[in-house]
C-alpha cells in the first residue's frame, strides 16, 4: 500500500489547479440552472487552457526563431508574425462560440426564471389590483353620473346659442369641478379618488341623436379605455344643432379639478402636515386650463375671437390664476373665483363638492349664485348681503 501511494504521484503529475469559475454546491448540482452554470465554467477553463497553451508554445519557439528572422527578408519576416494570430484565431474562435451558445442558454433560462417570480408575485398581489380597479370603477360611476346630468342641463339652456353650440363641436366642453376637501385625514384618500376619477372623464364623449320615442334617458356604450354617451333630443330641439352634431360628431369634454382645502383641518395640514397633492393637483389642472383655452383660441372663427376678445380678458384672468397657484398662500379662495369666473366665461359647466356636500358646498354655492346675480343681473350691493342670508 505505502509504496503504491509513494509511487502514484510519480506516475500520475497533479493536474495544475485553477479557481473554478463558477462556485457550485453540492446540494444543487443535479439542478438544471447549476447544470447550466456548469458549461458556463468548463467552456471558460477550456479557453483559458488554450490560450495557455498558446502562449506556451508561442514563447518556446519565439527565443529561436528570432536570430534567423533577423536575417531573412522584411516581408518574410511580417508573415512569420501574422502567421500565430491566425493560428490562434483558429484555436478559440470554435471556443468562443461555444461559451456564446452557454451563455445565451444562461440568459434564456435567466427569463423564464424572472418571468415565474413574476407571476407568482402577480398571483399575490392580483386581489389588490382587482380592488383597485372596482375602487376606481366606483368613483368613476359617480363623477360620470354628474358630468351626464351637468351636460343636458347645459345643452338644454343653450340650445338656442349659436356661438356654444359651434364651440361644442369645434372645441369641446370645459367641465370645472371645485374642490373644497382638505389634505388633512380621510380627506386626503377623498381627494386622491376625485383626482383620479375626474381624469378618467377624459375618455367619455357624447352624441347627440333624434329621441323615436318618449324615452330620451342617456345610453353609455363602451369601454373602461373609451366610453360614448347618447343623448337623445325631441325632434323640434335636435333640429335646431349645427350639422355636425346632427351628422353624429362626437362631443369632447375638458375636465379640470381645482381644490383648495378651508376648513379647520385644512388650517393643521399646512401649518404641520403635507400640501403637496393639493399643489400639484390644481398646478396639472391649469396646464390642462389653459391647454383648453389654446385650442379655444386656435380652432373657433376670428370673427367669433375677435367679439369674445372685447367681452372677456381671459388671458388676464389666467395669469392671474396662475400667480395664485404659485403664491401657496393658505387657504387661498382666490383660485376657486378666478377658476370658475374664467369656466364661466368658456360656457362651461361646473361642479361644487366637499365631504359631504353640506357645510363647505352650501357656502360655496350660496356665495356663487349671489356674485352670478351681482355681476351679470344687476343685484345692487346694498342687497348683496340680504340676498345671500336668504338663500
Known sequence: KNSTEESSPQDHPPPMKRQDS???????????????????GKSLDCIIA????????DGGSGGSSSSKNEEKDPSLVDSVITHPREDWYEQLYPLILTLKDCMGEVVNRAKQSLTFVLLQELAYSLPQCLMLTLRRDIVFSQALAGLVCGFIIKLHASLHDPGFLQQLHTVGLVVQYEGLLSTYSDEIGM????????SDLKKVT????????????????????HYVVEVKLPARMFESLPLQIKEGQLLHVYPVLFNVGINEQ??????FGDVSLQESINQENFELLKEYYT?????????????????????????????NIQA????????????????RKLNGIR?????????RTSMSVTLEQCSILRDEHQLHKDFFIRALDCM
Open 206 to 225: 357624447f352624441k347627440i341623436t333624434e329621441a323615436k320615442s318618449n324615452d330620451v334617458l342617456p345610453v353609455i356604450t363602451g369601454r373602461r379605455e
Open 22 to 40: 463558477i462556485p457550485h454546491h453540492s446540494d444543487y448540482d443535479e439542478e438544471e440552472w447549476d447544470r447550466v452554470w456548469a458549461n458556463v
Open 191 to 198: 381627494l386622491e379618488d376625485m383626482a383620479v376619477g375626474i
Open 295 to 323: 385650442i379655444f383660441m386656435e380652432k373657433m372663427p376670428p370673427d367669433y375671437i375677435s367679439h369674445f376678445q372685447e367681452q372677456n380678458d381671459l388671458k388676464g384672468l389666467l395669469e392671474n390664476l396662475h400667480q
Open 328 to 343: 401657496k398662500k393658505e387657504r387661498n379662495v382666490e383660485i376657486m373665483w378666478l377658476a370658475a369666473t374664467i369656466c
Open 50 to 57: 488554450m490560450v495557455d497553451k498558446l502562449i506556451e508554445r
Open 351 to 359: 361642479f361644487t363638492c366637499c365631504k359631504s356636500a353640506k357645510d
Open 266 to 271: 385644512q388650517t393643521l395640514a399646512e401649518r
